[in-house]
C-alpha cells in the first residue's frame, strides 16, 4: 500500500510521513534502509560526541533514539495490526535517551543494532494483510493504522538525517 493510502493522516506524525515519497510501504522499506539513509558513516564517526548547541544530542544519541522510536512504532502497529482497540501512551524520547548507553557504543555497533531491527520490522509487516494494515488503533491521544506507522518509521530517520546534514555536518 502508498503513502497516499493513509486515512485518517495523523496529526504530528505526518512530518515524517511526508517526508517518504508516495511509494509502496515495501519499496520504502528497500529504499530507505538505515545504511542508505545514514550513508555517511565517515563524517558520523568523525563528529564524534559534537553537537551544535548545549543539550543537544549526540549523532550517537540520535542513532539510538531512531532505533528506540523504529521499536516503539514496530510494537504499535502490532497492537494495532491485531485489532488490539487498546489505548497506547506516548513515550519520553528524553527519559528514553537519558538512560542509554549509547555514548560508550560506536557509531558502527548502533548501525548494525538499527539494520537487525529494520529486518524484524520488514518481517512484522510483510505478515500484514491489507485489513490489518488498516485498522485504526490509538497512540499517544492519536489515530493511526499500521501503514501509517510503517511510513513514520521511514520517515523518521529521514527527519533525523536532515537534521544531522543541516546542523551536524557544519560543525565538521
Given at each position: 500500500?502508498?503513502?497516499?493510502?493513509?486515512?485518517?493522516?495523523?496529526?504530528?506524525?505526518?512530518?515524517?510521513?511526508?517526508?517518504?515519497?508516495?511509494?509502496?510501504?515495501?519499496?520504502?522499506?528497500?529504499?530507505?534502509?538505515?545504511?542508505?539513509?545514514?550513508?555517511?558513516?565517515?563524517?558520523?564517526?568523525?563528529?564524534?560526541?559534537?553537537?551544535?548547541?548545549?543539550?543537544?544530542?549526540?549523532?550517537?544519541?540520535?542513532?539510538?533514539?531512531?532505533?528506540?522510536?523504529?521499536?516503539?512504532?514496530?510494537?504499535?502497529?502490532?497492537?494495532?495490526?491485531?485489532?488490539?482497540?487498546?489505548?497506547?501512551?506516548?513515550?519520553?524520547?528524553?527519559?528514553?535517551?537519558?538512560?542509554?548507553?549509547?555514548?560508550q557504543r560506536t557509531v558502527s555497533d548502533l548501525m548494525e543494532e538499527f539494520s537487525e531491527l529494520r529486518r524484524s520490522t520488514i518481517t512484522l509487516f510483510k505478515n500484514m494483510d491489507k485489513t490489518m494494515l488498516t485498522r485504526i488503533g490509538n497512540a499517544n491521544q492519536t489515530e493511526i493504522?499500521?501503514?501509517?506507522?510503517?511510513?513514520?518509521?521511514?520517515?523518521?530517520?529521514?527527519?533525523?538525517?536532515?537534521?544531522?546534514?543541516?546542523?551536524?555536518?557544519?560543525?565538521?
Amino acid at each position: 500500500m502508498k503513502r497516499s493510502e493513509i486515512v485518517p493522516m495523523p496529526p504530528f506524525f505526518d512530518r515524517y510521513i511526508n517526508l517518504v515519497e508516495d511509494i509502496d510501504l515495501f519499496e520504502g522499506f528497500v529504499e530507505h534502509t538505515p545504511e542508505h539513509v545514514f550513508a555517511e558513516t565517515e563524517k558520523l564517526v568523525a563528529l564524534g560526541d559534537r553537537v551544535y548547541a548545549e543539550g543537544k544530542w549526540t549523532v550517537k544519541d540520535i542513532l539510538q533514539h531512531v532505533t528506540d522510536n523504529e521499536r516503539i512504532m514496530s510494537y504499535r502497529a502490532l497492537r494495532f495490526s491485531r485489532n488490539d482497540k487498546t489505548q497506547l501512551p506516548g513515550y519520553d524520547e528524553a527519559i528514553l535517551a537519558a538512560n542509554t548507553v549509547a555514548a560508550q557504543r560506536t557509531v558502527s555497533d548502533l548501525m548494525e543494532e538499527f539494520s537487525e531491527l529494520r529486518r524484524s520490522t520488514i518481517t512484522l509487516f510483510k505478515n500484514m494483510d491489507k485489513t490489518m494494515l488498516t485498522r485504526i488503533g490509538n497512540a499517544n491521544q492519536t489515530e493511526i493504522s499500521p501503514l501509517a506507522l510503517g511510513f513514520v518509521i521511514l520517515g523518521h530517520p529521514l527527519h533525523h538525517m536532515n537534521v544531522i546534514r543541516d546542523r551536524y555536518f557544519p560543525l565538521l
